[in-house]
């Protein structure tokens, strides 16, 4: 295998976030790369394996929304994380947050509880379930439902919303087609009871536009949601 040589454009995380990475992060993103490519070896988790694209595609990007939203010691679930996109590394660069993982694919999940060890985190739990499901039974558990990259917006926000206290937010990670989707979106998000609270517009990250959503949940969810996916899928407004 062909050894890779580690990041160091490290002044795109200070331009985008602020401040620098500490190097014992550093070290934690170096170590993920390294498991991410030897694993994505063996199955695939990530389309992306350039050193500059996943460290500013995927790392970066999963911590842009911090900016406009700062955590502390929340309770959080990122809905289909995948190979750990936001959820392993908002945990790295913020230890002391609690941080649920789930997806709907084991391979994934092997792969996270591989990381979760080999990069010794702690507070964080992968699970291999389907969000509509686990829904039901985590019901307004969390303070923070996160999400990047799973479904259109009015899916994710059905996925979501349950999961979150009132109060709560739901955080979607977006490209510069948001503005449609939250057009498309406004009558689910009117009886999923969120209303869209924030809008983070990111036009000089150095690796594209991005457009980050920050949802407000209101009310209790109403029982009929998360429908089942077939039919919130066919529903959808895309
Ligand atoms: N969030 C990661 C990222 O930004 O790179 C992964 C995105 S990947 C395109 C979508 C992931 O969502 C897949 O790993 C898939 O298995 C998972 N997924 C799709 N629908 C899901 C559901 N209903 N419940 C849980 N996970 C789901």
Request: net charge positive; no cysteine; charged share 30%.
């Given at each position: 295998?062909?050894?890779?040589?580690?990041?160091?454009?490290?002044?795109?995380?200070?331009?985008?976030?602020?401040?620098?990475?500490?190097?014992?992060?550093?070290?934690?993103?170096?170590?993920?790369?390294?498991?991410?490519?030897?694993?994505?070896?063996?199955?695939?988790?990530?389309?992306?394996?350039?050193?500059?694209?996943?460290?500013?595609?995927?790392?970066?990007?999963?911590?842009?929304f911090?900016?406009?939203?700062?955590?502390?010691?929340?309770?959080i679930i990122d809905i289909?994380?995948?190979?750990?996109?936001p959820g392993?590394?908002l945990?790295?660069?913020?230890?002391?947050?609690?941080i649920?993982?789930?997806?709907?694919?084991?391979?994934?999940?092997?792969?996270?509880?591989?990381?979760?060890?080999?990069?010794?985190?702690?507070?964080?739990?992968?699970?291999?379930?389907?969000?509509?499901?686990?829904?039901?039974?985590?019901?307004?558990?969390?303070?923070i439902v996160i999400s990047r990259?799973?479904?259109?917006?009015?899916?994710?926000?059905?996925?979501g919303?349950?999961?979150?206290?009132?109060?709560?937010k739901v955080i979607l990670l977006?490209?510069?087609?948001?503005?449609?989707?939250?057009?498309?979106?406004?009558?689910?998000?009117?009886?999923?009871?969120?209303?869209?609270?924030?809008?983070?517009?990111?036009?000089?990250?150095?690796?594209?536009?991005?457009?980050?959503?920050?949802?407000?949940?209101?009310?209790?969810?109403?029982?009929?949601?998360?429908?089942?996916?077939?039919?919130?899928?066919?529903?959808?407004?895309?």
């Amino acid at each position: 295998m062909k050894v890779p040589k580690l990041f160091n454009n490290w002044k795109i995380f200070e331009s985008n976030l602020g401040f620098a990475p500490s190097e014992t992060i550093k070290i934690k993103l170096d170590k993920y790369y390294k498991i991410l490519l030897a694993e994505n070896a063996k199955y695939n988790l990530t389309r992306i394996t350039s050193e500059k694209e996943v460290y500013e595609k995927h790392f970066l990007d999963s911590l842009l929304f911090t900016k406009e939203h700062k955590l502390s010691n929340e309770k959080i679930i990122d809905i289909g994380t995948g190979p750990g996109f936001p959820g392993i590394v908002l945990k790295i660069f913020f230890p002391e947050i609690e941080i649920t993982l789930i997806d709907s694919n084991n391979k994934k999940v092997n792969f996270l509880n591989i990381l979760i060890e080999k990069l010794n985190l702690k507070k964080i739990t992968a699970k291999h379930v389907r969000a509509e499901e686990l829904a039901r039974i985590e019901n307004e558990h969390y303070d923070i439902v996160i999400s990047r990259a799973v479904a259109y917006l009015d899916v994710i926000l059905e996925l979501g919303v349950r999961f979150t206290k009132i109060e709560g937010k739901v955080i979607l990670l977006k490209g510069p087609k948001a503005d449609e989707e939250i057009l498309n979106s406004k009558n689910i998000a009117e009886k999923l009871k969120v209303t869209l609270t924030a809008k983070q517009i990111l036009k000089d990250t150095g690796f594209g536009e991005r457009i980050n959503l920050f949802y407000t949940k209101t009310k209790s969810t109403p029982d009929l949601y998360p429908r089942e996916y077939a039919r919130i899928v066919k529903e959808s407004g895309k």
